[in-house]
């Protein structure tokens, strides 16, 4: 294990601390090199493709040869389902793995209850108050890209340490310096004049919306260029100074990870300010938001691969099925009956569409992103014994809980599959497809199955606005637009709105409608227009 008289470990597999250097991950002198538990988990195949995340390369390969039609086979609106399957369990294992169990209730009770409380009050507060909204945002998509580095980080520490592969602490420092300077180069992008737009890694909706940093394009280019330097300089001494104690064969698990962190973050972003990407399909910044998406789901399956591994360790009858169909109702819980009580048609007032999803996943994953700092630590006993250390499966089954509360989170669970399942599926066949094929009955039946399960959309009644006007049903058109406004107040539909009154002939309606459009987005030029009267009437009738 550690050389005798060692500090205790820092070491944490999901978090990379900026501060002091941890401890040597394995016994600082080559002569006390030796296999900690065995090098794989599951296996040299399932660990380098999952933990690994040598899954991903398949994947880019095929984004970089052909990613448009790879968008056009699985386009954003059917990325739910995909999230569903990858990215919602990976976030249900961390609930299981914190409020399962009573030992873990009470070892991690600061996060379980109280950073839970915090969190839980800022999302309601976020729903009333967009700035708070912002904020919580803006803090998640900005420790996403950390969280990544940090798993990406500690697995490789893991594989190394499972090898017995001597590293000296010059060496950890420069594998650390390797991952951080990488983060710290999307840092950079995100929240810099030049590329926030494009590597905020999600899209923003309704009232909420990024609160980048704004670093200046003439400071972006240099810091970019010396963190570029400080990364090659770290990769390459760091993978020299391996071989110098081990083979290509031994290191081969953190080099994949070194690899895909690079294809994640640092590669992207130096291209972008060596060459011009357009055109390169997970370069281009234009599909980042849709390349982003793939790479959280390679990082989900990452982290279900290890959490697996640990559940079954600590519960010898645990089988992998069992485990992901319980992290993926644990994970979906929150999905189910508070989502649909939190829906405009019930207590809330924020439509699914407008921030209430955005709002919701943000807090369950900011939610996930502080739990995995503190339940993941090599340092721990438990943690350490079952991933570092040769031990038999435990035959301990965790202590049944209330049988009420058990089974009304997994009763919200279930709902909740159904519920982001059918809607996603009801939202790209029902109303994406209907609004290509101006199919009004479809698009209004779709509209209604919905709303129906919380999802009604201020944007779905616009457009059915827009087709009632080209058939000349303005009262019609007039109606779903004004339910579009009491879901969500929006710019588009009181300029749509103006646009019909001036249509029939109403002038004094039409500009009552354009001032209310000015109110809520008074940096819209086609409203300023319409109030200057200097463009021709257009909008939601066709005309």
Known sequence: MGARGATPRRDSLFVVRMGSEPETAVSAGKDEARPVAGRWLFGPVPDLLF?????YLPLFALLLTAGQQVESWIPMSL????VLAFNTPHVGATLLRVYE?????????????YITAVIGAAYFAGLYLPIIGSVMITIYLTVVPWHFTGQNYGIAIVFLRRSGIAIDPFTKRLIHGSFI??????????????LSEYYAPLEIAGAY?????GIPRRFVWTIIALLGIAYVFCTTEAVSRLRRVAGWREIAPALALMLVQALWYAVPILIYFLLDPTGIFPFDPAHYTYTFVWITQVHAVQYLWITNYYAQRREASLGTPRFLGKALLAGTAVYGFPALLLAPSALGTVPFDAGLF???????????????????????GPVAKILLRPAEPEDRAPAPSRSWLRTGIWASGTVGVAVMAFGTLANHFGVERSIANGDLPRLERSAALLAWIGRDSADIHTEIASLHAREGDFDSALASLERSIALHPNSSAWLNIGSIRERLGDGRGALDAYRQAAEIDPDDEEVRARLEGTKPSQGVEGS
């Not at 933990?51 to 899954?55: F, K, Q, S």
């Not at 919306?209 to 940093?213: A, C, M, N, P, W």
């Not at 919701?360 to 995995?372: K, T, Y």
Request: aromatic residues 8%.
């Open 358 to 380: 955005l709002m919701l996943a943000g807090a369950l994953n900011l939610h996930h992103v502080l739990l995995d700092s503190a339940i993941w630590k090599l340092r721990s």
């Open 51 to 55: 933990g690994g995340g040598l899954i």
């Open 101 to 113: 169990r009573p030992e873990d209730r009470r070892a991690y009770r600061v996060f379980a209850l």
């Open 79 to 82: 990325m739910p389902l995909v």
């Open 181 to 194: 300077s990488s983060y710290l180069i999307t840092l950079v992008a995100l929240h810099g004049e030049v």
């Open 209 to 213: 919306g990024f609160l980048s940093l």
